[in-house]
């Protein structure tokens, strides 16, 4: 098992960087970064059959009370719900009478163990599958005792509800605005019933976007525009949460053709950064003192316009190497392009780097940054001192072409 792993997880790391080796040349729209992924923490559950959860990575929470959603476990810290075998994590739920509940489960969390803010995580598990049996792989807010859900956020890797749904695992955001029945959620719908078998659960989280994949297929994404006018509440640090729940508002609860035990088998966890972290700015155009917005959510094109800085005015500088690099709308997760090799507006609408997409950082004399188009080999200008939409059509650079790169948190 041990060398399985080892090979695993050198496979997955190969993967990885031939995935985003390939991105950089013009590659596939599902990968999300033009940088490597670095291993930060990881859980391989390796520990001696029957051992309980490392203490130094897991908390294990303990009680009753339907947990928010009308459950009928009592979470215990037991190794009879919570074990190491074999490689795996197991957390079994069991029916028995336990400090008046009908059954017992576990809930691991890393809560002020470890946090993560922005990564890729993977988990390579076999679900449990019957009727009223919800297992997940999730995150809260590191804030949530001090703000409350859902103000704290939650991001939903994977949650399964067995029998009611069985080729079907789903990853969903809540926050303030779309939270409960109203969070932003997607699914993957597989040909056979997803307990049958190991499958990996990956989530990329990265300023302003979300992707969630099932064995490498990318199924769901989530940019800042989703959130609409509501609050994003996704650029902190999160913990990790893995339980099986018993019944509850959403999945049902247990019959007569649900069986006891219940296993959920984690094979792994393991998470990724991106290398070299993330460089957000704002542009603003020394032509009127206003930021370059993304209007419309990136539907319109690039205009000077805003006087302050918010979701549509935040891209992130990608550092292509040479002096060139891209911009990618966090609103949108979109690439801004030169459009028609330059001759029409600057929109982000690209979901890969291209030629049209790739732009010459320079600098002034007097300290301003500007930005040549590959496409023409012309600079950007924000046109009437900013009150026409950006575009490459300026062989010189003066005033009209010159910029601030203003950083900007996530």
């Not at 993560?116 to 988990?123: C, F, T």
Request: aromatic share 12%; glycine share 12%.
């Amino acid at each position: 098992m041990m060398n399985r792993k080892r090979l695993s997880l050198l496979l997955s790391v190969f993967l990885l960087l031939s995935l985003f080796s390939s991105f950089v040349l013009g590659g596939t729209a599902g990968a999300s970064s033009v940088s490597n992924w670095v291993p930060v923490w990881s859980d391989e559950f390796n520990g001696p059959n029957g051992s309980g959860p490392d203490s130094s990575k897991w908390n294990l929470e303990t009680g009753a009370g339907g947990w928010g959603n009308n459950e009928l476990q009592h979470y215990t810290n037991r190794t009879s719900n919570a074990y190491q075998e074999n490689g795996n994590l197991v957390i079994q739920a069991l029916k028995e009478n336990y400090n008046g509940s009908g059954y017992t489960s576990a809930r691991l969390t890393t809560q002020n163990k470890f946090n993560l803010k922005y990564g890729r995580v993977e988990m390579r598990a076999k679900l449990p599958y019957g009727k009223g049996i919800w297992p997940a792989f999730w995150m809260l807010g590191k804030d949530i005792g001090s703000v409350g859900w859902p103000v704290s956020g939650e991001i939903d890797i994977m949650e399964y509800v067995g029998a009611l749904e069985p080729n079907r695992a789903y990853g969903t955001l809540h926050g303030p605005g779309y939270s409960g029945c109203c969070g932003l959620s997607g699914s993957y719908l597989h040909s056979k019933n997803l307990s049958s078998d190991y499958h990996t659960f990956a989530l990329e989280w990265e300023p302003g976007v979300f992707k969630w994949f099932v064995d490498g297929k990318l199924f769901h994404t989530r940019t800042l525009a989703d959130a609409g006018t509501n609050a994003w509440v996704f650029d902190k640090e999160f913990f990790f949460l893995l339980n099986l729940a018993v019944g509850g508002n959403w999945p049902g609860y247990p019959d007569g053709t649900t069986v006891f035990p219940q296993k959920y088998y984690i094979d792994y966890i393991r998470v990724w950064q991106r290398a070299g972290g993330y460089n957000v700015v704002a542009l603003k155009s020394e032509a009127n003192g206003k930021y370059v917005t993304a209007e419309h959510a990136g539907a319109s094109p690039l205009i000077a316009r805003s006087q302050t800085a918010s979701g549509w005015e935040k891209f992130e500088l990608v550092d292509l190497g040479g002096g060139k690099v891209a911009l990618r709308a966090l609103i949108n997760n979109r690439y801004v392009s030169a459009d028609n090799a330059g001759g029409s507006p600057l929109i982000a609408n690209r979901e890969t780097i291209g030629t049209w997409e790739t732009f010459e950082l320079g600098k002034t004399a007097d300290g301003k940054q500007t930005l040549k188009a590959l496409a023409n080999n012309q600079y950007v200008c924000a046109d009437n001192e900013g009150a026409s939409p950006l575009i490459a059509n300026r062989a010189t650079a003066s005033k009209w072409e010159s910029f601030v790169l203003v950083k900007q948190n996530p």
